[in-house]
């Protein structure tokens, strides 16, 4: 069970630690845009500052620094989680004398992926956090494809209506259908877990569905 609540709270955080980098990241080039802008007297900051060390100790300084640690906090996570995952594989096909592709981890970064070997039709589902795996061979993936939820709302078209003579009118509405929370879905020959589902992006599970094709019938 300890385990099990460990590989849970890996994933979650590193589910938060791909938008929280890419977030704070912009926001720290944004605030150091900002105060490069006030130094040389350009952008409202300045109105604000009236000597250099004022603006080194604003409100301003302290949100750069808080994004550049979010920043950087969240890509080291990243980076040690991609380098145990690399290791992982590395260490599988040395003692197997297997050929598994590292730079392609299906469901990465989260703690638990899959991964290829096209060569000896072989696949990996691999646990980092207790960094244990099982192989299987390429007949017990069964199927795949992108999964998606739509998502029905009503939203402004740009035009409008008259409601009365008086000549009031406004805006129309139209029903639209978004699509979110894109993810391939396996289809296996586990009875115990007969689907696995990892989200992803849209561009991303596509890119996905275009490689297992590529894998299994190429």
Known sequence: MASVWKTAGMGAAAALA???AGLSGLAAAGFTLILVLAMVGVGPARLSQTSLWGLLTSELMLYLLISLA??????RFLARLQARCQALVARINAQQ???????HLLGYPAPAFLVFDSRNRKLA????????YKLHDFSWLLGWQMTWREVESMEMNGGSHQVNRTGMSVPTFERTVRAKDFAI???TADPQRPVLSFPM???AAETWCARLNA????
């Open 18 to 20: 791909v938008p929280a």
């Open 70 to 75: 979010i920043f950087t906090l969240s890509f």
């Open 97 to 103: 004398g297997l050929s598994f592709d590292a730079g």
């Open 125 to 132: 589902a691999c646990d980092v956090v207790n960094d244990a």
């Open 185 to 187: 879905e396996l289809q």
């Open 201 to 203: 992006s849209r561009r």
């Open 215 to 218: 894998l299994f019938n190429g």
